[in-house]
């Protein structure tokens, strides 16, 4: 799953989460294949960004090692583990990503 602006939407992509306006009206649906038409719609009614399915966008970043994620995860915890919500949160993380494989 990719958060992209508009102008980098191309025609075959599929929508991972709902498009919905400022009033929260569902504009597409999840699973929506993006035509240039449909591109050219929501542009009109100025939605600026997207959630597509995959990472179909290259935008410069290196995918990082599950062990190195680990480890990122590690450090941002580092000084919350005494608190117990934030000991709770870096544990889900850490079994989310385990379960990724």
């Known amino acids: 799953m990719q ?4 102008d980098q939407a191309q025609a075959g992509m599929t929508l991972a989460r709902a498009v919905t306006n400022e009033k929260g009206i569902t504009l597409c649906g999840e699973g929506t294949a993006l035509t240039d038409s449909l591109i050219a719609r929501l542009e009109k009614v100025a939605i600026h960004r ?6 179909p966008v290259d935008d410069g970043s290196e995918e990082l ?3 190195t994620k680990r480890e990122v995860i590690m450090e941002r915890f580092r000084h919350a583990r005494k608190n117990p919500l934030n000991n709770a949160i870096m544990q889900v993380l850490l079994e989310k990503l385990e379960a990724k494989g």
């Open 65 to 67: 090692s599950p062990e």
């Open 3 to 6: 958060k992209i602006n508009l």
């Open 50 to 55: 997207l959630v597509v399915e995959g990472h």
